[in-house]
């Protein structure tokens, strides 16, 4: 049993902006009880127990700053089968989102994309995206609207290398997207540029091709902040 004037310390941290409810044992103050996380942030709580109410009564909250350039790291995905490789579970509020590719391959010749999706599912159309090919003195380019295209067409190529996503207008829900890829067996150079609006806040990513082909060697893995 709690003792008058004890202290009570709760910390919350959400994955997004959740809704917070209390027991019958918690009471407000003139400080009120929160009712909801902000994004991300931990929020920090002081409570004392009051023999006359027999609750905890909040005295304090506080929303801790982020972590000035704090970056979330995935968890790596084998590029090894399936014809796409999803991460979900991207927090709102995330602006910048690195894709690593460590020697990515298919078993065909399609090209490879990245689409981006909301709550609702992975977004298929309205990409504006111009991605270009070098191999050795030669350099072929591709518009597209399916995704963000990767114009590497040979089986046998392994990309590595990194494409950022970057939220250029967080009321249009629209991302940019910059990279560079290369293969060192093939001596060629690929590029990914353009923008996608969504129809609502980014949660997620996914990696695939235009066809039939699966994944066949290789990692992948996402950071964000």
Same mark, same amino acid.
């Given at each position: 049993t709690p003792t008058d004037g004890q202290e009570l310390l709760i910390a919350v941290t959400g994955t997004a902006a959740r809704a917070l409810t209390y027991g019958t044992q918690f009471e407000a103050s003139t400080v009120a009880l929160p $009712? @909801? @996380?902000? @994004?991300?942030? /931990?929020?920090?709580? !002081?409570? *004392? =127990? /009051? *023999?006359? $109410?027999? !609750? =905890? /009564?909040?005295? =304090?909250a506080t929303v801790a700053a982020a972590a000035a350039g704090g970056i979330t790291l995935g968890t790596p995905v084998a590029s090894t089968s399936g014809t796409a490789i999803d991460f979900t579970g991207i927090p709102a509020g995330t602006k910048r989102i690195t894709i690593n590719f460590v020697n990515v391959s298919t078993s065909g010749t399609e090209y490879k994309l990245i689409r981006l999706g909301v709550a609702a599912g992975i977004e298929t159309t309205g990409y504006v995206s111009a991605p270009a090919s070098i191999i050795g003195t030669v350099t072929a380019t591709v518009g597209a609207t399916g995704g963000f295209f990767i114009n590497s067409l040979l089986a046998a190529q392994e990309l590595s290398g990194s494409v950022i996503l970057t939220l250029e207008n967080s009321t249009t829900n629209r991302w940019c997207a910059t990279g560079v890829l290369s293969n060192n067996s093939t001596a060629s150079v690929h590029t990914v540029s353009g923008t996608k609006a969504l129809a609502g806040v980014l949660d997620r990513i996914s990696l695939t091709q235009n066809g039939t082909d699966t994944f066949d060697v290789g990692e992948i893995n996402i950071a964000y902040e």
């Open positions: $009712t @909801t @996380t902000v @994004t991300t942030a /931990r929020l920090d709580m !002081k409570f *004392v =127990w /009051r *023999v006359d $109410t027999s !609750k =905890w /009564r909040i005295v =304090w």
